[in-house]
């Protein structure tokens, strides 16, 4: 399907948006960097140009943001192509904050535990010359997406310092942090119990926040979570993403051919919202 | 039930000065089930106010049939918001006369939302209430329909897809029809991409193979027959529109941000 996306978009080709990251037109540059990962470009040599895009130093906001970075960052993540973890690693030390997030976001989608140690480095502000987030100055690593990524590539010795997040002030941190250790937490029962924070968080106030962890118990396909999912206060569509990443876990912990309850119990709730 | 006379409430709908103000309004007026309530109702979809629309599709859907004719009269032509969530409202609603806006929706709309709700009203329609020399035509359009919608581009839409299939599965007699969205079902399954697509499919050839007579005799058939009727009826919730009620704080949340921003 992705190939078939790009034959299809007219505004750009594979070769023409290589060129353009190779050109001189910034405007173009971050276009094409953000092109090749939404259609999914997985060639050799787009992984190529966008390894070096992260290492561009002419695209520069007024707050010394580096847009192109941050758009290669993101494009290599979809990509799927081992080389760029190296590169993307050595990005978790620039001094954008988006830059970092991107990179620890694409880390993950990678799945290298090699880059676990400048996570923890960066989860702990031990990076000298990380900058803050310019819209939320007291936010100076991207927690969120360090702790997403420690628990999605199983860095068990982190354990200690993810819990220490549990009590962070921002609320999206803590549910990143029960997140990774529900991920990280082999005992069933004591995993629910960080699942049920994201449960909690259902019923909270805020519906960006309600949105987060609605993403969140779908990525993380926690079953104990699924009725409060149908009935939190949020768009049906959301609510059918997450209970259709329930019902994808559900069907990968199955074997053979069978529907396991919890399976029909998660279709059931999904029917009731189309 | 309220005492409260529509005129007053559709006075309050008309003279709301804010997003909040009017979903409360129209909410209020959605809980009073009063038939002079429609033409207030349809015109709420129009308003670009998502908490307003849900609210006013919910009274719709409580509504059900005497809501179905203007609903299809407001639906010819107007804005392209209003027709999305008219669709909701005559999806909830099941009669079978939305039929043929229904298909045209699924097979049509740019929105998967939309085609999302047109499928899952396919599956709601209530057929028994159609004229009995109407139903096999209607019924193999929504199937043939349905089919093609099972090869959407987005998961959620062939998902829905296939949960109507099964709930028309369920209503059809003529065994051959069966047969014919079973066999979709089994060619689908070769090439579906997605696991939940999957493994709705499979609950869908599961329940209908155990509602499926085996030894072909007429007490068979019978019995069969009635156990289908016993699955379609469990299936048939009340407040199926997803219970737009549950989105009423969240729309009215939303539409607080969009009038603060």
């Given at each position: 399907m992705a190939q078939g996306e790009s034959q299809t978009d007219?505004?750009?080709t594979v070769e023409r948006a290589i060129a353009n990251l190779r050109g001189d037109d910034l405007g173009l540059r971050v276009y094409a960097a953000w092109w090749l990962g939404r259609f999914r470009v997985n060639e050799p040599e787009a992984v190529t140009v966008l390894i070096e895009a992260?290492?561009?130093?002419?695209d520069r906001t007024?707050?010394?943001?580096?847009p192109l970075r941050r758009n290669a960052a993101r494009a290599l993540g979809k990509l799927g192509?081992?080389?760029a973890v190296s590169p993307l690693t050595e990005s978790l030390?620039?001094?954008d904050f988006y830059v970092r997030e991107a990179a620890a976001q694409s880390l993950e989608m990678l799945g290298?535990?090699?880059?676990v140690p400048a996570l923890v480095a960066l989860l702990q502000d031990e990076v000298p010359g990380t900058l803050p987030s310019p819209e939320q100055p007291?936010?100076?690593?991207?927690y969120d997406s360090l702790l997403e990524a420690l628990g999605t590539l199983q860095a068990a010795d982190a354990i200690p310092l993810i819990k220490?997040?549990?009590?962070?002030?921002i609320e999206r941190v803590r549910y990143a942090a029960a997140r990774a250790l529900y991920q990280l937490t082999p005992d069933p029962n004591e995993a629910s119990q960080y699942g049920d924070v994201l449960v909690q968080a259902l019923?909270?106030?805020d519906l960006q926040l309600r949105r987060a962890a609605l993403a969140d118990l779908g990525a993380i396909?926690?079953?104990?979570?699924a009725d409060a999912i149908a009935e939190t206060l949020a768009e049906n569509s959301l609510k059918l993403i997450a209970l259709k990443g329930l019902l994808e876990h559900a069907m990968q912990q199955s074997e053979g051919d069978t529907l396991p309850p919890e399976a029909v119990r998660v279709m059931q709730l999904m029917d009731a919202l189309l | 039930m309220t005492n409260t006379q529509p005129q007053v409430l559709i006075r309050a709908v008309q003279d709301a000065d804010s997003p909040l103000k009017l979903i409360k309004a129209v909410n209020a007026l959605a809980e009073?089930?009063?038939?002079?309530a429609i033409p207030t109702l349809l015109e709420v979809l129009?308003?670009?106010?998502p908490g307003a629309a849900v609210a006013a599709v919910d009274g719709l859907v409580q509504l059900g049939d005497m809501a179905v004719e203007p609903l299809l009269k407001h639906l010819d032509g107007h804005n392209y918001t209003a027709r999305a969530w008219g669709v909701r409202a005559l999806a909830g609603i099941?009669?079978?006369?939305?039929l043929e806006t229904l298909l045209t929706t699924l097979k049509t709309d740019f929105a998967m939302s939309v085609r999302r709700a047109a499928a899952r009203g396919l599956g709601n329609?209530?057929?028994?209430?159609?004229?009995e020399s109407d139903r096999p035509a209607a019924q193999a359009a929504a199937m043939e329909t349905l089919l093609v919608a099972s090869?959407?581009?987005e998961w959620i839409v062939r998902y829905a897809a296939i949960a109507a299939l099964h709930a028309l599965a369920t209503a059809l007699s003529d065994p051959k029809a069966i047969a014919h969205i079973q066999a979709g079902w089994q060619q689908q399954l070769q090439v579906e991409e997605t696991l939940a697509v999957q493994a709705r499919i499979r609950l869908a050839q599961q329940s209908l193979h155990s509602h499926?007579?085996?030894?072909?005799?007429p007490e068979g058939d019978w019995y069969a027959t009635l156990e289908r009727l016993y699955h379609r009826k469990s299936e048939?919730?009340?407040?199926?529109?997803?219970?737009?009620?549950?989105f009423r704080e969240v729309a009215a949340s939303l539409s607080a941000r969009y009038n603060a921003e």
């Open positions: 007219g505004t750009l992260l290492s561009d130093e002419a007024e707050a010394g943001g580096y192509d081992r080389r030390k620039c001094t290298d535990p090699v880059c007291d936010f100076i690593q991207p220490s997040f549990l009590e962070h002030p019923s909270g106030r396909g926690y079953l104990g979570a | 009073a089930h009063h038939p002079e129009g308003y670009n106010n099941g009669h079978p006369s939305g329609i209530r057929w028994q209430e159609m004229p090869q959407d581009g499926t007579p085996s030894d072909g005799t048939e919730r009340p407040m199926a529109e997803g219970d737009p009620r549950k």
